[in-house]
């Protein structure tokens, strides 16, 4: 499809990272743009720094994980421009917390915002999408859609995104619906997803605690993003894609070929193997000697000052 002043584009967790480089990628491109995110300043932020670039905007405070509040911003969205085209599902986060024996709330968050979220945005602006011609949904996964091993939740929360995304994509095609869909998988990108803390909604309790050893895999990611690409070339990317109407972003080649290579073993039904390094970080095995260490240098401390 074409993007251009006739069309408005929706971008949820707008104020930051790969979200407020769509949304200036829209703007770019002369369309109207929507901005939804769940942080006041960084939303206000964005929101005036479009403008500034003479982008018609609209700003709405929205937490995506709440369907009351998706389906608040599609109905002041309708009110506003009189229609919506594209929705962009991207709002995400990173929890913390030991997947297997630290609190629940650490799955619970995760698949709120990038699962139920996700699914939020599909379901509530669908209609609006068909009743304003057709358009295009593109959902914000990840590598961690493709292949396992950055983090339980996560892992499965953008799975999830990855199966429904597909699913509806081959809905639509069935169906012959003017509606284009793409599935985003980056590696990793320059963005603010390693302090996705600062978003914990209060009514999950505390923040989980992370151990030594997530705490060191943290620092490595932490790393790995300063150093990923930027967002506006993901943006660019996804830009691309609606207009061409490809289904697949992937802006990250190198983990592609080792998500590729996880196929090749389920293909022959052979049991996991994870790589032994993951671009941008180091070898799986040094980062084990690392927390051991770090252990053996904790339990050593306790030894000697039990108190
Ligand atoms: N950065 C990476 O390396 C990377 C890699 C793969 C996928 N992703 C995905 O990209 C998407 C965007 O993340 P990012 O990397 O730009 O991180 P980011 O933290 O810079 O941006 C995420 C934005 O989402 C907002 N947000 C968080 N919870 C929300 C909620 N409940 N409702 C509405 N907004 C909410 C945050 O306030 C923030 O502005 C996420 O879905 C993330 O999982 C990121």
């Given at each position: 499809m074409e993007l251009d002043s006739t069309k408005v584009a929706v971008v949820t967790g707008?104020?930051?990272g790969i979200g407020r480089a769509l949304a200036e990628s829209f703007g770019r491109a002369g369309c109207k743009v929507v901005l939804a995110d769940v942080q006041d300043d960084p939303l206000a932020e964005t929101d005036a720094a479009l403008q500034a670039q003479g982008v018609e905007t609209l700003a709405i405070k929205t937490d995506v994980s709440k369907l009351d509040q998706v389906e608040a911003l599609a109905q002041q969205t309708i009110e506003r421009f009189g229609g919506v085209h594209v929705v962009c599902n991207n709002a995400g986060v990173a929890a913390p917390g030991d997947?297997?024996?630290?609190?629940l709330e650490s799955w619970e968050w995760t698949m709120g915002v990038n699962f139920w979220g996700v699914l939020y945005g599909m379901r509530t602006f669908l209609p609006h999408i068909f009743m304003s011609g057709g358009g295009h949904v593109v959902n914000t996964a990840s590598m961690a859609g493709i292949m396992p091993g950055f983090s339980p939740a996560y892992d499965a929360s953008k799975h999830a995104v990855v199966a429904i995304t597909e699913d509806l994509h081959n809905t639509l095609t069935a169906a012959e619906m003017p509606i284009g869909v793409s599935c985003v998988c980056p590696g990793w990108?320059?963005?603010?997803i390693v302090e996705s803390?600062?978003?914990?909604?209060?009514e999950l309790g505390e923040l989980p605690t992370s151990d030594i050893g997530q705490e060191i895999t943290r620092n490595h990611v932490r790393r790995a993003i300063d150093e990923g690409m930027q967002p506006g070339a993901v943006a660019d990317l996804v830009l691309d894609a609606i207009k061409e109407d490809r289904f697949w972003v992937f802006p990250h080649p190198d983990f592609l070929e080792l998500a590729v290579e996880r196929f090749h073993r389920v293909g022959e039904s052979l049991n996991p193997d994870p790589p032994e390094q993951v671009p941008g970080m180091p070898p799986r095995s040094t980062i084990a000697a690392e927390v051991m260490t770090a252990m053996a240098q904790e339990a050593a401390e306790v030894a000697t000052d039990p108190n």
């Open positions: 707008a104020a930051s997947p297997w024996m630290g609190p990108v320059r963005t603010g803390d600062r978003n914990w909604p209060s």
